[in-house]
């Protein structure tokens, strides 16, 4: 089936078996290997993308699904090549990872968190983080990765008065 | 895990998915897909065409009617989570959405799917049996609408018609002055299909005393229960009496033991979570009072 | 640790870790990633039945399917290669990746069809008929001990692949003369590491250049040997690609079957072949599950609560082949009195075979379920001298000045200060007030308990275990290597050579490199050349890699700065000795003229007649590195196992409510001393991540087979892990007492926290429960198992009560 997708800005037209998930689609007939398989069933949250703004399994959709809808990949997320965006850098910053393979999963998440909620506790953050698994951290640098990306967002938008006399 | 082939259509309207599906005996109709695509991966489902009806404008949306709440079958779950209706006229819902799935499933996840997926210890079937909603259905030969206790017959197992689809679940608003309402859940992980869960709505009148009560159970045998507490009605429903009265309505239950947790285990957190929640409905309830 | 790292620059720093620039941006490379030419993807049929004779395969109605190539079955691909390697010397014990003849196990590979794609694969694999006929099984590692158990492995006569015991000291006397002895059992159950990308490979064969190429999600020492052996094919044959990213391992992506069966498949096809398991396909039959032991512990002890002498039997069950299972019963040897100065230890370890899927290494390497059965009976101990649980520990301790100790097996503990980093930890959390807080939960009707572990992390491994189980093994060296180039421009690169699963790697051999250079990390590029560019890597196994990899670095950058000290010196006119190296350049100690990099740079790439006599020229070096105490084989059944061992000590405060009966971890605080820490962000995220699998393996996670020999938890929804709700905030309280035998005086914690975790949990849950005078003797601790026997317990003292 032909299937247009709106994939991080530019309208991608693919020819796909119904069967084919979203995941599977953007990986392989889109090279956006982003996002990644680890369970296929709905649990690890590696396979995390943004439907319209909101983080949903891609493994969970198949590509005919998604016809005409707003998606926004890892690779959407940073303004240029080699540019990171602030919740990125933060995650380098804390050390929010080891192996790589949940992260992309996980800053969607968390960049949909902090699109809806400039100010999360720590309790905001575990919940929005929750349906994503992952083996190498414990979670606790991720956490700390919103929290200081959270904060940094915070600073960044406040207006210069209220920034309280910083340089 | 790749899905065995099927066919894939988008229905403009309920009476073409309806007639999509009394043409095809052996379609089956997704909408969000959090519980279906996984059993699709594992070839655990293997429909021959997929009849997808989540962009059925007809079946979006939360209305209310008088002494009713209708929620549209592909009701996001999370547009039921943040809705204003469904916060004031059915706190139940709204204090056990939070434990459906995780953020991301309930981004995708509606409101009929998991009625209809019909999982014993999903929430939002145990709110509709508790509170006595109907679930209305359609097919070719019109629609039907049926209490929830009769809808759910057992494990991923309802009364929905073969060729059908269910098109909206109708909670009664209890129109009372003050109500209260408390949810419990116990599961290995907060956000794992529950072991155990309690739902329970209470109504008091100014003294203070039970006007109305309901309680359902989840998770514990081949479906939902809604157990029969009437006896705390015209009570203060406070000290023994409570879990007197859950321990006494447990009787029916008939838990199941599985890896996870002995049937035992199932009986007895259905008793203290029962209590657990109509104490703090009756909490929420006194709270609300004093705040009138 | 402030002392420490200011003897560094870059050492001990809070500086970022290289690797994950790309890994944010979704630009790491993993296997999954690698798409190639006309490549063809791998399905897998795994067999219905635990046991069962295969009569028969037909692959005909697959093979007909459009779009499928190949099903190849056990009896083609036994053919074409050998048989896999095992660790201990047990010839008849036969493994291929399909299943031949017989079947051992439910989903062991019986079939693998190939296809255009992954999903056509699979469509064809429901094609393929096997006809079975049912053999009589067993999964209980204490059937098997029984000779009349039906056996896995006819040919090997039993089901025992390993049964040794040691004595080690005076057991019997020590026994015979201590006033007080205890007996216990605990269990471990069977889960293992589950990284969140499942194995994968993909092979290519140049029949032109008769080269195999293999990129793989691997973790795996001497992977391209292996391949070559099995295959029949001389190793220079085979080149493995070591930039690819893997996705999370901890000990278990060893997918040596997986690559032998897609590497011939890419062979006999012609055609270059991906094998990507799926999760059901990782769960049953991907051969990664974990040790699953009981242990039979009795310690003999005085009314102070020291602890003498201990017996312990481990009985594993490795499940349907011996694979390197068996050495996870060895590696423990090397810590086997823990943190504690037990004089004497007599040690049985077996190992049997069961109709359950093969063990691959796990995170510890059989140190984590040994630390359980140890922790827990010093917590005996403590609870029958009716002493508190840290003090018998502080008093069993080997004290700070003992080091280097001998313990009776023949590990020489390098160092450590157990009493203060206890001691930190319970001036960090107040400790009185811990317990103040413990009671209080008590008294508002909660359970409540603390737990405590305190273990070591043996690390820098090598492979001493080997030679120790199998006499035919006499392999005494666990090499690591790097190799500095400096090119003609001035910049630096160094070659690792092997692949990397989140340990930082990257991180690790550019800050040691510019520490000794003393240049800037950042300008370093680390690269990781494929297999037949390499020099000998044992990869990052066994805590290893800050010890041999910085060691490695270390010593290449030292050849390295000596030879630009020479260059500068005789270009200078100065004695070597004369002259001194700093921060890049060259000049003499008393000051004046220097020599900066680019000159000395291009005095070696350029100007051989300025370079001393007898040099070569350009800027290169390597470095071979030996394990620092791994020199001679066993003696006596005793051995120098890892050279190094850091310390972990686990302070867990756990609530409950005794009828939910699911834990919540209310404080979590650990003390960690690994040495001298090379990169803080990477220790850190290290003991996290190890707590959190630890808290998994205490309390949710298992593969658990019904009594048909069937694995019920095959999904995600049915072997639980840890998410972020589970995960209390922990707390680090870090000491440091550097190795004597390490270049910087750093040890491994690429296990930590995974060590300790379940015995402090389990330790915590017992502490909950004891006022009814029940404990829980194994893991996972489910909360239904919690609930039920407080409600038992309940029941039994109403009932004493009332008659």
Redesign the interface.
Known sequence: MKVALLVNGAVREVDVEPRKTLLDTLREDLSLTGAHAGCEHGVCGACTVLVDGAPVRSCLMFAVQADGLDITTIEGLASAPGELSVLQDSFCETHGLQCGFCTPGMILASHALLEANPAPTRADIAEAISGNICRCTGYGQIVEAVELAAERLRLANAPRAAAGGRP | MKPAEFAYVRPASVAEACAVLASNPDARVVAGGQTLVPMLAMRLARPSILVDILRLPELAGIAEEPGTLVIGATTRQVEAERSSLVASRLPLLAAALPWVGHPPTRNRGTVGGSLANADPSAEIPLVAVALEAEIVTEDEGGRFAMPADDFFIGPMLTAAPEAGLLTQVRFPVWSEPCVGVGFHEVSARRSDFAFVSAAAQVALDPDGRCTRIALGIGGVGDRPVRLDVAGLVGTRVEGDRVAQAVEAAAAVLEPTSDLHASAAYRRRVAILLGARAIGDAVADAQEKGAGR | MSAEAARFRFVSANR??R??????????R?V??I?LEGMLHVAILGAQHPAARILSIDPSAALAMPGVHYVLTGEELAGATDQLMNGLDTPNVRRFPLALGQTRYAGEWVAAVVAD???LA??AC?KVKVSYERLPYLTQAEEALDPSSPPVHPAHGSNVLLDKQFVWGEVDRHFAESPRQLSFRVTWGRNS??????FGVVASWDPWSEMLDVWASIQMPKYPDQIARALRIPANNVRVHHDV??????GVKRGIKHTVLAAHLARRLGRPVRL?E???ENMRGGDAHGPERIFDVDVAFDDAGIVRSMKMRALDNAGAYAGRAPFQLGKPIGAIVGPYKIESVAYRAQSVTTNKAVQEAVRGFGQSPTNYAIETALDKVGLACGLDRIEVRRRNFIRKEEFPYLIPSGTRYDSGDYHTVVDKVLAHVDYPALVAERDRLRAEGMLAGIGIAACLEPSGGNSAFEPLLNEKNETTTWMESVRINVDGTGCVAVTIHTTS????HETLAATVVAEVLEIDPDLIRIVRPDSLACLPSNTPVGSRMAIMMGGACFHAAQKLKAKLLRIGAHRLGLAPEAARYQGGSVGAVSGGQALDWAALVNIAHRNFHLLPPDTEPGLESTHVMQVPTGTSLPKDGRVQMYPCHSFEFHLVLVALDP????PEIRRYVIGHDCGTVINP??V???T??????GLGAA??EEF?YDEEGQM??Q????Y????????P??EIVHHCTPSPFTVFGQKGSGES?YLGAPAAISGALNDAVAEFGISFDKLPI???AI??AV?AARVRSSEETTS
């Open positions: 970022r870790v690797e994950d620039r790309r890994f944010v941006a979704g630009h790491g993993y999954a990633d798409a794609t992954r999903a699979e469509d429901e590491t589950v990284p969140i990308e499942t990213d893997v996705g999370g391992s901890y990507l799926d999760r059901l699963s989140g340990q930082g009828v939910l009966g699911k962000h990477i850190k995220g290290m996290l991540g190890g707590i959190a699998h309390l949710l658990v019920l938890t999904s995600f929804m049915d639980l892990l840890p998410s972020s709700h589970e995960m905030k922990v926290g489910r909360i239904s609930s039920d409600a």
